[in-house]
T-cell receptor
Framework: QKEVEQNSGPLSVPEGAIASLNCTYS??????FFWYRQYSGKSPELIMS????GDKEDGRFTAQLNKASQYVSLLIRDSQPSDSATYLC????????????FGKGTLLTVNP | GAVVSQHPSRVICKSGTSVKIECRSL??????MFWYRQFPKQSLMLMAT?????????EQGVEKDKFLINHASLTLSTLTVTSAHPEDSSFYIC????????????FGNGTRLTVT
């Protein structure tokens, strides 16, 4: 069974710090990886996608992928209180199956 | 970006009644849509995969006769909660894929269902 593991947190960081969120996955054949942000009472929104090993940067967000270690992470620089949310890691096995396997999410709190 | 519209955003119904939730892809054709349920402070739970023109695929433990899914067109999937009970009260969220390999899912805004 395909699994995606995240530390449930809560992860608490001060405003302006770097928040580091981690995720491991079990299916070595996974090909695409996503980070979603979910505010309390709202639906998930896509913030980052990554498909190849290495880093991908988008504004204050950097996704890192290491397929050999089956590990994907999300760094949030200059964390803001508005970044406080649950971050979901999602993995797609590829091919014509569009189903994503989600982790349980990490709750991030950024303290002013 | 892709937009998925979900309606209604909030519904309150009496026990025993049925509720229909609509999920539309507004700017792309979605051959596959997914329905999730989320209880407070818990993770997303996939209920079923909705395939255009064919029967939905339900996850283990989800009653297909209670949660009816219809995907009649490439832009619309509906979830009907039949004979709703208070324990069905939850946050229901649909998502859709553009259908391109390795593409992400785009989520609707969710429907908060309260059964009294």
């Amino acid at each position: 069974q395909k699994e995606v593991e995240q530390n449930s947190g809560p992860l608490s960081v001060p405003e302006g710090a770097i928040a580091s969120l981690n995720c491991t996955y079990s299916d070595r054949g996974s090909q695409s990886f996503f980070w979603y942000r979910q505010y309390s009472g709202k639906s998930p929104e896509l913030i980052m996608s990554i498909y190849s090993n290495g880093d991908k940067e988008d504004g204050r967000f950097t996704a890192q992928l290491n397929k050999a270690s089956q590990y994907v992470s999300l760094l949030i620089r200059d964390s803001q209180p508005s970044d406080s949310a649950t971050y979901l890691c999602a993995v797609n096995g590829g091919g014509s199956n569009y189903k994503l396997t989600f982790g349980k999410g990490t709750l991030l709190t950024v303290n002013p | 970006g892709a937009v998925v519209s979900q309606h209604p955003s909030r519904v309150i119904c009496k026990s025993g009644t049925s509720v229909k939730i609509e999920c539309r892809s507004l700017d792309f054709q979605a051959t596959t849509m997914f329905w999730y349920r989320q209880f407070p402070k818990q993770s997303l739970m996939l209920m079923a995969t909705s395939n255009e023109g064919s029967k939905a695929t339900y996850e283990q433990g989800v009653e297909k006769d209670k949660f009816l899914i219809n995907h009649a067109s490439l832009t619309l999937s509906t979830l009907t909660v039949t004979s709703a009970h208070p324990e069905d009260s939850s946050f229901y969220i649909c998502s859709a894929s553009r259908g391109q390999p390795n593409s992400p899912l785009h989520f609707g805004n969710g429907t908060r269902l309260t059964v009294t």
